[in-house]
């Protein structure tokens, strides 16, 4: 178990982004996420709020996220969700480790109305046991709303945190076994 008390490198490079004049600095957060996750890009998701505890995104009800009666396409939905979970988990996770999702589950609920915004949070208690541990895995509550306020879908994200270093056999540390060779 190693504590870190120090921003990991995604929270350091987000506070780069105060140096920028405060107009410019949705649009220039947006494209920097965008380019680390470019899936993100295309489906136009604006990044409002990045913290360590919090994080909202939303997603216009544009044509081109558009299912066949003109709302937000539940795939878009989904992507906008689990962004918003990875992204909290991301700013927490220590940078020894890569972060996996593991799970979700998403019930569809209502047919939604406008432009939908996802906020993902966690406790200290889950700050804490990712930045304290190699590895773990974490419920992520988030909260999609549309533009009427209402809950068009329900959510909940599982993601776990493994070191980020090269995978290990139990045979031979430090290398990867080879497949036995077939017998004649």
């Known amino acids: 178990m190693i504590a870190s008390t120090r921003p990991n490198r995604l929270v350091r490079t987000l506070r780069l982004l105060e140096r920028v004049p405060k ?21 136009g998701l604006d990044y409002i709020l990045m913290t360590p505890e919090r994080v909202e995104i939303a997603i216009a009800n544009q044509r081109r996220v558009q299912n066949h009666i003109q709302g937000v ?34 019930d569809f609920k209502k047919r939604t109305v406008g432009a939908l915004r996802a906020t993902a ?12 541990h190699d590895k773990g895995e974490v419920t992520v509550p988030v909260r999609v709303t549309d533009e009427s306020g209402a809950e068009p879908i329900e959510c909940e994200f599982i993601w776990a945190w ?6 290990k056999t139990k045979d031979h540390p430090g290398h990867n076994r080879s497949p036995e060779p077939a017998n004649p």
């Open 121 to 132: 949070t966690l406790t200290p208690e889950q700050r804490a046991q990712m930045q304290q």
């Open 23 to 43: 107009p410019a600095r949705p649009w220039l957060r947006n494209r920097v996420l965008q380019r680390a996750v470019p899936f993100t890009g295309t489906a």
């Open 162 to 167: 493994i070191p980020s270093g090269p995978r």
């Open 73 to 106: 396409h539940a795939a878009a939905m989904a992507l906008l969700a689990e962004t918003a979970t990875g992204m909290v988990v991301g700013m927490n996770v220590r940078d020894d480790c890569l972060p996996l999702a593991k799970q979700m589950r998403i």
